[in-house]
C-alpha cells in the first residue's frame, strides 16, 4: 500500500492520493467484469467490501 514520508503532505493531497488508490481498485474490478461476462452480483460487492474499503480505509483511523 505504501508509505509516504513527505512532511509537506497536506491532509487534502494525502486524501487524493488514497482516493486514487481505490480508484485503481475498482476499475480493476470493473475490467475483471467486463471479462467474466455477468458476474454473479454477490461475489463483485464482495470483492469491493474485501478490496476497495480495505485500500479506501487504511491509515484513516484520524
Known amino acids: 500500500l505504501g508509505i ?3 512532511f509537506r503532505l497536506l491532509f ?4 487524493k492520493v ?3 488508490k481505490a480508484l485503481k481498485a475498482a476499475n480493476f474490478l470493473k ?3 467486463k471479462i467474466i ?4 452480483l454477490n461475489i463483485v460487492a464482495m470483492a469491493a467490501k474485501v ?3 480495505s485500500v479506501a480505509l487504511y491509515r484513516l483511523d484520524v
Do not use: T, V
Request: net charge positive.
Open 51 to 53: 478490496y476497495i474499503i
Open 37 to 40: 461476462k455477468g458476474s454473479l
Open 31 to 33: 475490467s475483471f467484469n
Open 18 to 20: 488514497i482516493i486514487e
Open 12 to 15: 487534502k493531497k494525502y486524501i
Open 4 to 6: 509516504y514520508l513527505n
